[in-house]
């Protein structure tokens, strides 16, 4: 990873990789795209999927206490009425009556100019890295512009939902400048609403799910039933949501549809939820490590109690440094047995458990860690993008890009290079290596164009390491130059050896 006191990567050159070696594409592109909505290429698809199965491995297969399951994205409505994702799933919205752009209003902020006591007018700026420079040098700009002799006091930055009735009129739209085209803010669902059937009425309404937790507490009879697990235990899911983001926003950061890999860890109604919650924690911040990401880049956010949801007894959320700020990762919540006694009051169905020590039944509790794919994809571009002077054995000075991925998730674990092209017997054993290779790993094979700039390709894409085929090889002892990608260093190495190489580090 890349030195955590080295500056950030701007979000411009990491856009720029993601198109040009096909990691990340604008959706139906061809069409000019369509907002918060992505694809992902050959390369994108690849650090997605290992993405995917590092968690999978570490949170499913090599865990006793842990099932995984797969729900469909859409539900019963009536789920979603249980989890109170139709009256609450809401973002307040603010639309702009002249420029017709919309804004959530928790993320557009204002602020009064006051000089000598007196407010003169009002600014508003988007939320960013330096909202409160910005306002603060917007309302310098308004006291110069209307000439206000006095001293300007500090600008105390609000968000639209603190606004005063009286103070809508006032603020100037971010689209236009000018104020009295903002509307009060108001609730907006962010379920995106299809129909299920031939009938298009309100029978037949159905949502798009909006996060994968809810197939979990949903299935959790059914999974109990089938008599695998026991308490505490949990049950995880890897798949698509969707939310109809007012804002989608900072390339793959808040999309419309995305990719959460979820887990509810359900525990004794009696046990200790405050350890629990915190062995979680820890827990997903190792599992971070483990793939790759700083631990400079990471840190925790305890919600306050006072804007916790009235069921929830506690949430963490691990955050990241992005370059276009610190932000949610991953969030940890303690959500009592909320969810289930909902499903058990809207659906019918008890579900409650057995418990054989007491002889009584209860409801379980659960710990809820919920991560974004796409977000975790985002981190490990900004935290492994690194452009650096690199200088050959003959003394020539040029700049590479490299992707500094961990051998986990690297999309291309292994590249193989014969040193000449048109040399049969060189090509020939490259290709039965990379044949080899291929069976159990995501290798590339590669023979045009010098040896350095294969290297650069494959440093820009994060591979690991690059094996060079040579004369040595075919007339002496079978060993191979192993390139290594952060510190570039060459060593020969046999078939055996890389092998035991790849089995250790790609796990
Ligand atoms: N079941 C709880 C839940 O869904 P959340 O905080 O709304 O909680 C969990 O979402 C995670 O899903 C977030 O921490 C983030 O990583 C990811 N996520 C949420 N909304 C997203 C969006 N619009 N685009 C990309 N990822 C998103």
Known sequence: MSDPSSPAVSMEALVALCKRRGFVFQSSEIYGGINGFFDFGPLGAELKKNIRDCWWNDMVRRRDDIVGIESSIIMHPKVWEASGHVAGFTDPLVDCKVSKQRYRADQLFFAEVVVDGRTIGYVSALEGERTADALQGAAEDMKRKKAVQGKLEAVRPRDMTEARPEE??????????????????????????????????????????????????????????????????????????????????????????????????????????AKCHREWINWCKDWLLSIGLPASHLSEYEHPREKLAFYSRGTTDIMFRYPFGVQELWG???????????????????????????????????????????????????AGYAEEDVTDEKGNTEKRTVLRLSPRIAPVKVAVLPLLKNKPELVARADAIYRRLKRRYAAFYDESGAIGRRYRRQDEIGTPWCVTIDFETIEKDGTFTLRERDSMKQTRIGEAELFALLEEKVY
């Open 332 to 382: 940890i919540a303690a959500r009592g047995d909320y969810d289930l006694k909902q499903h058990e009051k809207h659906s019918g169905v008890p579900q409650a458990i057995f418990d054989e020590a007491t002889k009584r039944k209860f409801t379980p509790h659960v710990i809820e860690p919920a991560v974004g794919v796409d977000r975790i994809f985002l981190a490990l571009l900004c």
């Open 168 to 273: 809508i009129a006032l603020i100037p739209s971010p689209a236009t400048g000018e104020p009295g085209s903002l509307t009060p803010p108001r609730s907006f669902n962010m379920m995106f609403q299809t129909n299920v059937g031939a009938l298009t009425d309100a029978s037949s309404v159905a949502y798009l799910r909006p996060e994968t937790a809810q197939g979990m507490f949903a299935d959790f009879k059914s999974v109990v039933d089938t008599g695998r697990v026991k308490l505490p235990f949990g049950i995880a899911q890897i798949g698509k949501s969707f939310r109809n983001e007012i804002t989608p926003r900072n390339f793959i950061f808040r999309s419309r549809e995305f990719e959460q890999m979820e887990m509810e860890y359900f525990i004794h109604e009696d046990a200790d939820w």
